[in-house]
């Protein structure tokens, strides 16, 4: 089974990568998506969260990433996913989430599978890791080791405009 994890990993972080790791061990393949919206610019360019996503999956033989600007439920059909992966952290995520799934399924006929988030990532967000880079905090233990040094730099380059 081909499953599809769509996000903004904006950056990726310990969370992601725990679901990740967890949907290769699963399933057959694993296409990780780094989907794009012109009204949501993100705070790191696409393209470097790609680059991060690749080096972070390299070790994972049946991980593929792709970069996509146009609609997840055409993606999902186009690259043969038998169904969509979110990862759930709590209530909140899920009240975001079931909508949503409900909305595909209708629309397009695909399915969302949930996977829980291990106690140890379920506060973890990209948002949290923004928030803390914005005042120079901590994310070390946030953000897989293998790119830290990278999104605080490119963070920091950002900042000073260069
Ligand atoms: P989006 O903007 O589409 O929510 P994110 O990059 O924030 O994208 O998240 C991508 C997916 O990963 C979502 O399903 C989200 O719920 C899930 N996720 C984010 N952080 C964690 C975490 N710490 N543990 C498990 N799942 C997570």
Redesign the pocket.
């Known amino acids: 089974m081909k499953i599809i ?6 950056p ?5 990568m ?2 990740i790791a967890r949907a290769a061990a699963m399933f057959d393949e694993v296409v990780v998506a780094v ?1 794009m919206n012109e009204e949501k610019m993100g705070c790191f360019d696409p393209a470097a969260r790609r680059d991060w996503l690749l080096s972070l999956v390299r070790e994972l033989p049946n991980v593929t990433v792709v970069e996509e600007k146009g609609l997840l439920m055409d993606l999902a059909v186009s690259v043969g996913a038998s169904a969509i ?5 709590d209530a909140a ?1 899920y009240a ?2 079931r909508p949503v799934a409900d909305a595909f399924r209708a629309i397009a006929g695909v399915e969302t599978l949930f ?4 106690p140890e ?7 949290m890791v923004r928030e803390l880079l914005k005042f120079r905090g901590p994310v070390a233990d946030l953000i897989p080791p293998k790119i830290v040094k990278d999104v605080v730099t490119l963070y920091a380059q950002r900042r000073e405009g260069v």
């Open positions: 994890y769509p996000g903004s990993f904006d990726p972080t310990r969370g992601h725990d679901i989907m992966l979110r990862g759930l952290r995520d975001v989430e996977m829980q988030s291990s990532h379920g506060f973890v967000s990209s948002r």
